[in-house]
């Protein structure tokens, strides 16, 4: 019987000198929403300048943030981080109303390394892979499922997908690097 | 496929991203005195169904979320601006007039 929660075990995905795709460890995540006048008091709490231009981002040790609307940013941090994060921003509620969600369970995250990494990119994702600039992100969709892409290096990004959605993902990743592991 | 310039964002994206969200510019009828069953019926039914340039709203689901309106040609598909909620209705004749 198809299990209809798959485990998704932590590990390689894909390997090859192409392009090769991970699966990464469980992260932290939460969804930060709130109004611009309330920025600088979260930022002093979460120990980050938020970026406000959509699709930038910031980090601060193990916490990364991108700006993914003009009142809605996603943070990543360490597995056992986020009970810290929610209890300093729970602790300026009063100061500063927000809305802080610890997603963690939604996503999963893939990373997708190697020279053909774009290339991989493009069988689902509509954008322009090469505009995206290193360092920044975006909330984009690929082949039909909304996912959340970083890109950390030239050729190195990672994909956040919500996990109902991400074993069709990943096995479109699995097809696609195959495809690109035998041109 | 359409390239949309979304105004929250500031880049021109593809299509999939985007959901076409209606006329823009549908006023609700204030509540505050009796609304006749007539503007009701004009507020939730009636549209214009423009042949040309249309003002519209469309949402960048995949994005930002944001909902925006546009200026469409609903026969060539051409936008002739994007701009965001809450800005004033562009004169159409202008628009017309920098599109040339």
């Given at each position: 019987m198809m299990a209809l929660t798959p485990a998704f075990t932590p590990g390689p995905l894909v390997s090859g000198n192409v392009v090769s795709v991970a699966l990464m460890a469980p992260a932290g995540r939460l969804s930060l929403r709130l109004g611009q006048a309330d920025i600088p008091v979260l930022s002093a709490a979460i120990g980050i300048e938020l970026p406000t231009r959509i699709g930038t981002r910031a980090k601060n040790g193990p916490v990364d943030v991108i700006c993914l609307g003009p009142d809605e940013w996603q943070i990543q941090t360490d597995a056992t981080d986020t009970q810290r994060l929610t209890d300093a921003c729970a602790a300026v509620y009063?100061?500063?109303?927000?809305?802080?969600?610890d997603v963690s369970a939604r996503e999963i995250t893939v990373q997708i390394e190697g020279p053909g990494a774009t290339d991989l990119l493009t069988?689902?994702?509509?954008?322009?892979?090469d505009k995206i600039a290193i360092g920044e992100g975006c909330r984009t969709i690929v082949d039909g499922v909304s996912a959340v892409l970083w890109r950390d290096g030239a050729n190195s990004?990672?994909?956040?997908?919500?996990?109902?959605?991400?074993p069709y993902?990943?096995?479109?990743?699995?097809t696609g690097g195959a495809e690109l592991a035998a041109e | 496929m359409l390239l949309v310039h979304c105004p929250y964002c500031e880049q021109t994206l593809p299509e999939l991203e985007f959901t076409y969200a209606g006329e823009a510019?549908?006023?609700?009828?204030?509540?505050?005195?009796?609304?006749?069953?007539?503007?009701?019926?004009?507020?939730?039914?009636?549209?214009?169904?423009?042949?040309?340039p249309?003002?519209?709203?469309?949402?960048?689901?995949?994005?930002?979320?944001?909902?925006?309106?546009?200026?469409?040609?609903?026969?060539?598909?051409?936008?002739?601006?994007?701009?965001?909620?809450?800005?004033?209705?562009?004169?159409?004749s202008d628009l017309l007039e920098k599109s040339k």
């Open positions: 009063a100061q500063a109303p927000h809305s802080l969600t069988i689902g994702c509509p954008r322009d892979i990004f990672r994909l956040d997908i919500w996990r109902s959605f991400a993902v990943i096995g479109l990743l699995q | 510019h549908v006023a609700r009828p204030d509540a505050a005195t009796p609304v006749s069953d007539e503007e009701w019926r004009n507020f939730l039914f009636i549209r214009n169904n423009v042949k040309g249309h003002y519209e709203r469309w949402r960048h689901f995949h994005g930002c979320g944001r909902y925006f309106n546009a200026v469409r040609d609903t026969v060539s598909d051409r936008f002739l601006i994007t701009y965001k909620v809450g800005e004033t209705r562009p004169e159409l």
